[in-house]
């Protein structure tokens, strides 16, 4: 039976996309996996490559003019359902962490703690937070001084005063209020 753990990272900060993964474990399964806000920057490395080479899974984004366009909400959904089509097969059922569902036409159940609990959404919250923060620190290179490498793009001191003195990227999510309010920060 397939069941796929699926979880986000990435609503919450100013700029970048949001980013789902979906993870079906292998038989073996994956020893110490967890919320990988839980584990250091070097074990949710270490399980990302682990769960990669060892798992099913599938990544989708939906990028920082979706989430404008359509809300953070709904750009989240369109993640999950992308992260799922990546696996490319039929999953029996879907763990997603959290207490809302995109409309799949697969059986899914959304679980609040999810990731805290069932081992794929775990898998699926690692991969999800290693692909998105890979993608913020190599975003810092291009835009240095917001300190991305080191806040991911959430709305830090360093960051919001980068966005005051120097404005608003292409990858700054211009619907969200520090943004779109930035001569007020």
């Not at 809300?71 to 097969?89: D, P, S």
């Amino acid at each position: 039976m397939l069941i796929v753990g699926v979880d986000e990272a990435g609503r919450g900060p100013l700029a970048g996309p949001v980013v789902a993964a979906a993870v079906i474990l292998c038989e073996r399964g994956i020893d110490g996996l967890d919320d990988s806000k839980k584990l250091s920057a070097k074990r949710r490395a270490e399980l990302d490559i682990e769960i990669k080479a060892h798992c099913r899974w599938g990544v989708g984004e939906a990028s920082v003019a979706e989430i404008d366009a359509i809300n953070i909400l709904q750009a989240t959904f369109l993640a999950m359902t992308r992260a799922v089509e990546a696996l490319g097969c039929d999953p029996h059922e879907i763990l997603v962490d959290g207490n809302r569902l995109p409309r799949w036409r697969y059986r899914a159940r959304a679980i609040v703690g999810g990731d805290a609990l069932h081992p794929c959404i775990s898998a699926a919250s690692i991969v999800a937070k290693q692909h998105r923060d890979r993608f913020m620190v190599a975003a810092a290179r291009d835009f240095p001084g917001f300190g991305w490498e080191r806040n991911m793009g959430y709305a830090t001191p360093e960051h919001l005063t980068a966005l005051r003195l120097h404005g608003p990227t292409p990858l700054h999510r211009t619907s969200f209020a520090p943004v779109a309010q930035r001569s007020l920060i």
